[in-house]
Every structure is written in C-alpha cells, then in structure tokens.
T-cell receptor, first 116, second 114 residues
Framework: AQKVTQAQTEISVVEKEDVTLDCVYE???????LFWYKQPPSGELVFLIR??????QNEISGRYSWNFQKSTSSFNFTITASQVVDSAVYFC?????????????FGTGTQLKVEL | GAGVSQTPSNKVTEKGKYVELRCDPI?????LYWYRQSLGQGPEFLIY????????DSGLPNDRFFAVRPEGSVSTLKIQRTERGDSAVYLC????????????FGPGTRLTVL
C-alpha cells in the first residue's frame, strides 16, 4: 500500500530564511508520480509540482526547489528567502502506476508560518 | 479559463438528513475525483470517474455515500442519513487524462452535520 509521511507538523521561520519541508513516501510500484500542493488559509489546494519516478533531476522554479531521491524515497521541498505569503499548509502526495485513475495519497501536511 | 467549481461552499445540516454536493470540473476534463479532508488531515480519496462511469469507488466509507456523473461533466456526491462524523471539507478535482495528468482542485464544500 502506498503511504506518504510528512513528519514536520508545523514549522515557523522568520521572513527571508530558507526552509525545507520533508516528504518520505512508500510504494511497491516502480512507476509513480509525486506531487506538492499548497493550501493557503483560503482552503483551495494549489498545484505546485509533479515529478515522475523516472526523473530524479532536481527542479528549481523561482524561490522554490525540489530534491527527489529514490534511494531514500524522499521528495523534499525548499523555499528560499521565505515570504509571509508562503504561509500555508503544504501537502506532499503520491499516485501509483500509469494505468487507470491516479488517485492521490496525501501526507498529513506541514503548516508553514512565515513571520516578519 | 474557469477552474473547478463546487457548490455550495458551506452546508450545515442536521444528523439524519440527506445532502447533495455538486462539482463542476474544468471544461474538457474527462477525469473527476472526490476527496474528503478532515480537520488537520490531508485529503482522502473517495471516488474517481472516467467519463460517466465510476472507475474506482474504493474510498467511499459506506453505502450512505454515493456519487453520479450522468453526462460526463458535472458530478454530484450524495450522502444519506448524515452523521456527525461526516463533517469535513469535500474536495473535487479534475484532470484531462486520468493516468498522466495533474489533478486541479476546487475550493471545496464545508459540510457540518449538527
């Protein structure tokens, strides 16, 4: 069975600090997708990134970067120079296989608070 | 373009009542998903539609929960004999391809059962 663990329940940082959100996953499939979503106080889940299991290349998008390591089953997310607007709950998610609907298994989320 | 929309945004009902929650996916998206999110938790999968048919309903907690998508677009999640434990945010998502494409979520319906 697939599982996603986000061990950090809540992180507080001061604006402009860098912060890394951890995600560890479990799956028996060799083909899968990993995702990060952001859920601001408004409640709507906002898609940030999708990565497939064959692509371990790290990715950078502005202040966001993602580190995918199959050897440790981790898909960590780093925000550089954090801003107050980054305050939200961040979810890591996994979907298995390429056949059929890719239902997502979510972690429990990490609440990020960025303070002035 | 328009994103996924869900109505109502909030629903308060009494224990034992019947409720319907509606989801309007992104135009052209063939795959539609329902999730439930309890306070402090991540969303949990309920059911997935490909077109008009429910391709995977393994997440529905019991037979009080049912969902339809008669024309392959709008979907309705139906809950009979509501219980206080059904209180949660019900999220809908859609994707243009079920296996390979990203799911985009709506704002959710907050259901409160008194």
């Amino acid at each position: 069975a697939q599982k996603v663990t986000q061990a950090q329940t809540e992180i507080s940082v001061v604006e402009k600090e860098d912060v890394t959100l951890d995600c560890v996953y479990e799956t028996r499939d060799t083909t899968y997708y990993l995702f990060w979503y952001k859920q601001p106080p408004s409640g709507e889940l906002v898609f940030l990134i999708r990565r497939n299991s064959f692509d371990e290349q790290n990715e950078i998008s502005g202040r966001y970067s993602w580190n995918f390591q199959k050897s440790t089953s981790s898909f960590n997310f780093t925000i550089t120079a954090s801003q107050v607007v980054d305050s939200a709950v961040y979810f890591c998610a996994l979907s298995e296989g390429l056949g059929g609907g890719n239902k997502l298994t979510f972690g429990t989320g990490t609440q990020l608070k960025v303070e002035l | 373009g328009a994103g996924v929309s869900q109505t109502p945004s909030n629903k308060v009902t009494e224990k034992g009542k019947y409720v319907e929650l509606r989801c309007d996916p992104i135009s052209g998206h063939t795959a539609l998903y329902w999730y439930r999110q309890s306070l402090g938790q991540g969303p949990e999968f309920l059911i997935y539609f490909q077109g008009t048919g429910a391709a995977d309903d393994s997440g529905l907690p019991n037979d009080r929960f049912f969902a339809v998508r008669p024309e392959g677009s709008v979907s309705t999640l139906k809950i009979q004999r509501t219980e206080r434990g059904d209180s949660a945010v019900y999220l809908c998502a859609s994707s243009s391809h079920p296996s390979t494409d990203t799911q985009y979520f709506g704002p959710g319906t907050r259901l409160t059962v008194l």
